[in-house]
């Protein structure tokens, strides 16, 4: 058996081989022998088999121990499951050698103080840093190869005037693998689906990726939109690693469809307003060459069509805020190492890896050769925007600390992350005209990363007029919009932090905050009656859920009260000294200091106003048991984006239960599930026993919490646990509603008369078709404050994407805790469609319903979407931690 299955192997592997006559040359060239290749380091040749992440990290290890003289291996971040995400750092000789210099005076171009004499004089003398990305999507797997054939053309060829003028006038800094946990879960996946020869059927199992694939890092992110939000490890170490190169072009390398053939830049409209002419400019310059290199070797592309750049957290936006030429480029996919496209043609992957080499051998070129263009201009980007910052009447922005503490201090840090110089006052303060009692923190625009700093923290970023005339001409022609993501991203909205802008402010008082270094909290004292920690942000959840998995006691009102002085908002949790063990007070001080949030100490139980303690207003809370609804039919970046804000921002552990698993669960062990975002085939994964199951859970005390598409199945006949329904396009034409004195027998209508093309375009509507798509934008919401779901809200805000809409829910059924605004305060930011304005008014954001003796909440769009609506944050705790108070 074991020499029958070697012999498949051998004849398999024999078959891969020569699969392709090519070894590891991409094009022709004179290699240096003494410079190990791919096979010869991990026994196949480039393009011939899919290299996993292992392999790549021990090749280029290989390299660097063959040419140390040239290249310098660098280790950035750790993915969640361990794996190191490294550079390739590769230059002449002599640039290696004084890569320290090189940074220093990179960093002085980058910094925008220079003299226009001294800036030139740097730019005459500094090579060029070119930042080449792969494989962000681990699933799109012919640019990690594609990384490594050009980390070895660049080491071994020899005698080539185009590799030796990249050598020696720039620095090629190659990320080969930026989503190590993907790749290996897409490797793992391809490699057990494999048979006697690859396969070119896209429906054949090596093409089909079972769930979660292999797109999403550990946590099922996508990683090409976490670039702002720096949720995850592998995101965080990269932008630190560009801060420190200051790159002048960076690519971010893809796949697409099998169908597609290239792209590259020029990129799409819409454009973001921070990217200049001169950054379009040097897209077309690349462009053109890229065109050269693929006319030459019968590559066929293409350019502008889609892929646009107005999103800053996108791998081809953030780094171009910051003033480098950053672009996307995407292979058709051959998702495997053959497939065959829909005109017939076979794609393999030797020509996916081969076209990658190609354009980013192709940029490389570009810069080497304009290595002097490309300097200045980036040294000018940073030096205007410095400028262009200290004109505006917007100049600083100033946040309010006094209410969500420790959520303006996470936000502090993500900023000093991304290189935004921070400040920060303790204590009373004033700024634009405005007492901050507990101090603020403060971003001057007027920094050489201004445009990007403008871009994440305005109220919004202006769409293209004449882009999105023909958006809604598209719209009125029956064809979708051309936006790629969303249209509003505000950093302070989605933080629900408050903000005031103004042209002037004195900072001599306020001091840089450190990456890493967030407020102290004072250390409490010994207090007679208990410790009080507020519910008014996501930190002081996580205190509590602490506290709670500590085994104290604390116990919780919906109503606010008085202590002293101070006034307490709804959901506070108060641990009393009474009934918990002697070391609450020294562990609530660890705890407390750790987190950065706050306790109280309480020396009597007496209350000014509101209830007392002892009331049956206040109610006990236990750390909830959590289940999430994991696996086929859920969407894996949400149900990831779930699991990590309760794991890794409120510290609550989580179980992922399969969908098809639910149904034989003992869900009685849990006090909450959640169903994220679903597909269609939600209900069908599920199953009658599970549907059964989960109402059952709710009947006998659960709480049952569904996002966005899940309400399609909550609402359902088969579920029928939440009493509303999806909404069809709004209309205010009578005729478009009904098929009024239709005599269907004879298949006849009553007679019409259509006098205007509004009135054609009204009578062929289809009356059940679904509002028009919204493309993201930021709205406001109205907030039941009676209700204890909206503890710790005054306001807040919703991101809101797709096209559902649901009917509010009648009183006599539950409660519309959080609605949308009336139309004309609805839009916070972004672009929303006008028929839609109207009819999301009023309707419900978030959604409580009683069944038995447990609780349905809705919500009809996420709350935890790519893990950067940190303001609702507080919102799903009041779901999982005080919802089960509640019920029963």
Same mark, same amino acid.
């Given at each position: 058996?074991?020499?029958?299955?070697?012999?498949?192997?051998?004849?398999?592997?024999?078959?891969?081989?020569?699969?392709?006559? &090519?070894?590891?040359?991409?094009? $022709?060239?004179?290699?240096?022998?003494?410079?190990?290749?791919?096979?010869?380091?991990?026994?196949?040749?480039?393009?011939?088999?899919?290299?996993?992440?292992?392999?790549?990290?021990?090749?280029?290890?290989?390299?660097?121990?063959?040419?140390?003289?040239?290249?310098?291996?660098?280790?950035?971040?750790?993915?969640?499951?361990?794996?190191?995400?490294?550079?390739?750092?590769? *230059?002449?000789?002599?640039?290696?050698?004084?890569?320290?210099?090189?940074?220093?005076?990179?960093?002085?171009?980058? /910094?925008?103080?220079?003299?226009?004499?001294?800036?030139?004089?740097?730019?005459?003398?500094?090579?060029?840093?070119?930042?080449?990305?792969? @494989?962000?999507?681990?699933?799109?797997?012919?640019?990690?190869?594609?990384?490594?054939?050009?980390?070895?053309?660049?080491?071994?060829?020899?005698?080539?005037?185009?590799?030796?003028?990249?050598?020696?006038?720039?620095?090629?800094?190659?990320?080969?693998?930026?989503?190590?946990?993907?790749?290996?879960?897409?490797?793992?996946?391809?490699?057990?689906?494999?048979?006697?020869?690859?396969?070119?059927?896209?429906?054949?199992?090596?093409?089909?990726?079972?769930?979660?694939? @292999?797109?999403?890092?550990?946590?099922?992110?996508?990683?090409?939109?976490?670039?702002?939000?720096?949720?995850?490890? $592998?995101?965080?170490?990269?932008?630190?690693?560009?801060?420190?190169?200051?790159?002048?072009?960076?690519?971010?390398?893809?796949?697409?469809?099998? /169908?597609?053939?290239?792209?590259?830049?020029?990129?799409?409209?819409?454009?973001?307003?921070?990217?200049?002419?001169?950054?379009?400019?040097?897209?077309?310059?690349?462009?053109?060459?890229?065109?050269?290199?693929?006319?030459?070797?019968?590559?066929?592309?293409?350019?502008?069509?889609?892929?646009?750049?107005?999103?800053?957290?996108?791998?081809?936006?953030?780094?171009?805020?910051?003033?480098?030429?950053?672009?996307?480029?995407?292979?058709?996919?051959?998702?495997?190492?053959?497939?065959?496209?829909?005109?017939?043609?076979?794609?393999?992957?030797?020509?996916?890896?081969?076209?990658?080499?190609?354009?980013?051998?192709?940029?490389?070129?570009?810069?080497?050769?304009?290595?002097?263009?490309?300097?200045?201009?980036?040294?000018?980007?940073?030096?205007?925007?410095?400028? $262009?910052?200290?004109?505006?009447?917007?100049?600083?922005?100033?946040?309010?600390?006094?209410?969500?503490?420790?959520?303006?201090?996470?936000?502090?840090?993500?900023?000093?992350?991304?290189?935004?110089?921070?400040?920060?006052?303790?204590?009373?303060?004033?700024?634009?005209?405005?007492?901050?009692?507990?101090?603020?923190?403060?971003?001057?625009?007027?920094?050489?990363?201004?445009?990007?700093?403008?871009?994440?923290?305005?109220?919004?970023?202006?769409?293209?007029?004449?882009?999105?005339?023909?958006?809604?001409?598209?719209?009125?022609?029956?064809?979708?919009?051309?936006?790629?993501?969303?249209?509003?991203?505000?950093?302070?909205?989605?933080?629900?932090?408050?903000?005031?802008?103004?042209?002037?402010?004195?900072? *001599?008082?306020?001091?840089?905050?450190?990456?890493?270094?967030?407020?102290?909290?004072?250390?409490?004292?010994?207090?007679?009656?208990?410790?009080?920690?507020?519910?008014?942000?996501?930190?002081?959840?996580?205190?509590?859920?602490?506290?709670?998995?500590?085994?104290?006691?604390?116990?919780?009102?919906?109503?606010?009260?008085?202590?002293?002085?101070?006034?307490?908002?709804?959901?506070?949790?108060?641990?009393?000294?009474?009934?918990?063990?002697?070391?609450?007070?020294?562990?609530?001080?660890?705890?407390?200091?750790?987190?950065?949030?706050?306790?109280?100490?309480?020396?009597?139980?007496?209350?000014?106003?509101?209830?007392?303690?002892? *009331?049956?207003?206040?109610?006990?809370?236990?750390?909830?048991?959590?289940?999430? &609804?994991?696996?086929?039919?859920?969407?894996?970046?949400?149900?990831? &984006?779930?699991?990590?804000?309760?794991?890794?921002?409120?510290?609550?552990?989580?179980?992922?239960?399969?969908?098809?698993?639910?149904?034989?669960?003992?869900?009685?062990?849990?006090?909450?599930?959640?169903?994220?975002?679903?597909?269609?085939?939600?209900?069908?994964?599920?199953?009658?026993?599970?549907?059964?199951?989960?109402?059952?859970?709710?009947?006998?005390?659960?709480?049952?919490?569904?996002?966005?598409?899940?309400?399609?199945?909550?609402?359902?006949?088969?579920? /029928?646990?939440?009493?509303?329904?999806?909404?069809?396009?709004?209309?205010?034409?009578?005729?478009?509603?009904?098929?009024?004195?239709?005599?269907?027998?004879?298949?006849?209508?009553?007679?019409?008369?259509?006098?205007?093309?509004?009135?054609?375009?009204?009578?062929?509507?289809?009356?059940?078709?679904?509002?028009? *798509?919204?493309?993201?934008?930021?709205?406001?919401?109205?907030?039941?404050?009676?209700?204890?779901?909206?503890?710790?809200?005054?306001?807040?805000?919703?991101?809101?994407?797709?096209?559902?809409?649901?009917?509010?829910?009648?009183?006599?059924?539950?409660?519309?805790?959080?609605?949308?605004? @009336?139309?004309?305060?609805?839009?916070?930011?972004?672009?929303?469609?006008?028929?839609?304005?109207?009819?999301?008014?009023?309707?419900?954001?978030?959604?409580?319903?009683?069944? @038995?003796?447990?609780?349905?909440?809705?919500?009809?769009?996420?709350?935890?979407?790519?893990?950067?609506?940190?303001?609702?944050?507080?919102?799903?705790?009041?779901?999982?931690?005080?919802?089960?108070?509640?019920?029963?």
């Amino acid at each position: 058996m074991i020499r029958w299955v070697f012999g498949i192997f051998t004849f398999f592997l024999s078959f891969v081989i020569a699969f392709n006559a &090519a070894s590891q040359n991409m094009i $022709e060239a004179n290699y240096d022998s003494k410079i190990p290749t791919l096979l010869e380091s991990v026994g196949h040749s480039n393009g011939d088999r899919i290299t996993s992440p292992a392999q790549a990290l021990s090749y280029l290890n290989n390299l660097q121990t063959s040419a140390p003289e040239s290249m310098i291996i660098n280790s950035y971040a750790k993915s969640w499951q361990g794996r190191d995400l490294v550079t390739a750092i590769i *230059s002449s000789p002599e640039n290696i050698e004084r890569l320290d210099e090189i940074k220093a005076d990179i960093q002085k171009l980058a /910094d925008g103080n220079l003299s226009p004499e001294d800036r030139k004089k740097l730019v005459i003398n500094t090579p060029a840093v070119t930042w080449l990305s792969y @494989g962000v999507h681990g699933d799109e797997i012919s640019s990690t190869d594609a990384g490594l054939s050009l980390a070895y053309h660049l080491l071994a060829a020899q005698d080539d005037p185009i590799v030796n003028t990249i050598l020696k006038d720039t620095i090629v800094i190659i990320d080969p693998v930026q989503n190590p946990d993907g790749r290996e879960r897409f490797v793992q996946s391809f490699e057990s689906s494999l048979g006697l020869e690859p396969l070119s059927d896209r429906y054949s199992a090596e093409h089909d990726q079972p769930w979660p694939g @292999g797109r999403f890092n550990h946590y099922l992110f996508d990683l090409n939109r976490d670039w702002f939000a720096v949720s995850q490890p $592998e995101t965080r170490g990269k932008i630190k690693a560009i801060l420190e190169w200051n790159p002048v072009v960076v690519v971010d390398a893809h796949e697409m469809d099998g /169908d597609e053939t290239y792209f590259f830049a020029p990129a799409a409209k819409p454009f973001n307003p921070g990217i200049t002419d001169k950054q379009r400019e040097k897209q077309f310059l690349l462009g053109k060459n890229h065109a050269d290199w693929f006319d030459k070797y019968g590559i066929e592309y293409f350019t502008r069509e889609i892929f646009d750049q107005f999103y800053p957290g996108y791998g081809d936006m953030w780094p171009t805020l910051n003033g480098a030429i950053a672009m996307t480029y995407e292979q058709g996919s051959a998702r495997g190492l053959l497939y065959k496209r829909s005109n017939g043609e076979e794609l393999t992957y030797f020509e996916s890896v081969k076209n990658h080499f190609i354009a980013t051998l192709s940029t490389a070129e570009v810069v080497a050769k304009n290595r002097n263009l490309f300097l200045k201009d980036y040294a000018n980007y940073r030096a205007s925007t410095l400028k $262009e910052g200290q004109k505006s009447n917007n100049r600083y922005f100033v946040v309010d600390r006094s209410k969500k503490a420790w959520d303006v201090d996470q936000f502090a840090q993500r900023m000093v992350l991304q290189g935004i110089n921070t400040h920060q006052v303790i204590g009373s303060s004033k700024f634009c005209g405005q007492e901050y009692p507990k101090g603020a923190v403060i971003i001057d625009q007027a920094q050489p990363n201004g445009r990007l700093i403008k871009s994440l923290l305005a109220d919004s970023t202006p769409l293209p007029k004449d882009f999105m005339a023909e958006q809604e001409s598209r719209r009125d022609r029956g064809l979708p919009h051309e936006l790629y993501d969303v249209t509003a991203w505000s950093i302070p909205m989605m933080d629900g932090l408050s903000v005031t802008t103004c042209k002037s402010a004195d900072l *001599s008082e306020a001091a840089l905050i450190k990456l890493g270094e967030t407020p102290k909290i004072p250390s409490i004292s010994k207090a007679s009656f208990g410790y009080a920690i507020p519910w008014s942000d996501a930190g002081q959840a996580k205190l509590v859920l602490a506290a709670l998995s500590e085994g104290f006691k604390g116990k919780t009102t919906d109503k606010s009260f008085t202590v002293g002085d101070r006034e307490y908002p709804r959901g506070t949790t108060i641990f009393p000294v009474k009934g918990n063990p002697e070391n609450l007070v020294s562990r609530l001080n660890e705890i407390s200091s750790k987190i950065g949030a706050e306790v109280v100490p309480m020396e009597s139980s007496w209350v000014e106003d509101g209830p007392n303690f002892g *009331s049956n207003e206040f109610k006990y809370l236990k750390l909830p048991k959590i289940a999430l &609804a994991w696996g086929e039919g859920t969407v894996p970046t949400e149900t990831g &984006a779930t699991r990590f804000v309760i794991e890794r921002y409120l510290g609550a552990p989580v179980t992922p239960i399969r969908v098809k698993t639910l149904g034989r669960a003992t869900l009685e062990d849990y006090d909450v599930i959640i169903l994220p975002q679903t597909y269609s085939n939600f209900s069908y994964v599920l199953g009658d026993t599970g549907i059964e199951a989960l109402k059952t859970f709710v009947s006998n005390g659960g709480v049952l919490v569904g996002f966005d598409t899940a309400l399609e199945t909550l609402t359902s006949e088969n579920f /029928d646990l939440l009493s509303t329904s999806l909404e069809t396009a709004a209309t205010e034409d009578e005729n478009n509603k009904e098929d009024k004195g239709a005599n269907k027998e004879n298949n006849l209508v009553p007679g019409t008369v259509i006098k205007t093309k509004d009135d054609y375009k009204a009578a062929i509507t289809d009356p059940e078709k679904n509002p028009d *798509s919204v493309p993201g934008v930021l709205v406001n919401t109205i907030i039941d404050t009676d209700h204890w779901l909206s503890a710790g809200y005054e306001e807040a805000s919703a991101l809101l994407r797709g096209s559902n809409i649901y009917q509010p829910l009648n009183e006599a059924d539950g409660t519309n805790v959080f609605s949308y605004a @009336g139309p004309e305060e609805l839009l916070k930011s972004g672009y929303l469609w006008e028929e839609n304005r109207r009819q999301l008014a009023f309707k419900p954001f978030v959604m409580a319903q009683p069944h @038995g003796e447990g609780i349905v909440i809705g919500f009809t769009q996420s709350p935890v979407t790519r893990a950067y609506l940190n303001g609702l944050t507080l919102l799903l705790a009041n779901a999982i931690v005080l919802g089960p108070a509640h019920t029963g």
